[in-house]
């Protein structure tokens, strides 16, 4: 984990209190009403003896969009506006969270792959100031309707997210306050 924290630090991320001692947090203020957040958690079966197993998740928080949701229904206190495995930030989309980490398969490639993740993960957020940063049809289109965003108020689903992105984006440009 020593490197994995490096990166996240050499991104601009700071170390949370974790909430477990297999758990580890990373939060990344890009403006006052925005945060991001790496989220690490071992999740190793009780099989495996030559390694670990990570999931690794990316979530950005947009204080306006959970606002309008926590009107709309209850929300967990975690709720993530938008949440995806870390992977899944870069080029390539999955839904795999897993890292898997094993003394016998290069596990320093693993590290590699994991920290390239983070940092792909880290250039997206840094860009989200504001819920108009998400207007542009390309990120709707790759970032929120594509990606299983975890946490939704009851009812929400990721295209239903994007929509309400989109209305308060257009009320934006018309002048009317979100």
Known sequence: MPRIAATAEDEGFSQQASSGERR????????PTV????????????NVRDGVDVQAYGAIYLDQVEQRLH???QRHPDAATLMA??????????RDGAYRFRRSADPESRVEELAGDLRSFAAFATAIRDVTDLSEARLARSR???HVTAGLAPGYAAPQVASLIAE???NTE???EP
Do not use: C, H, Q, Y
Request: hydrophobic residues 40%; proline residues 7%; charged residues 25%.
């Open 85 to 94: 495995p870390l992977r899944a930030w870069g080029s390539t989309f999955t």
């Open 35 to 46: 945060r991001a957040a790496v989220l690490l958690s071992e999740m190793t079966p009780r």
């Open 168 to 170: 308060m984006n257009t």
């Open 71 to 73: 009107e709309d229904g």
């Open 24 to 31: 580890w947090e990373w939060v990344k203020p890009t403006s």
């Open 174 to 176: 018309t002048g009317v």
């Open 144 to 146: 929120i309707r594509r």
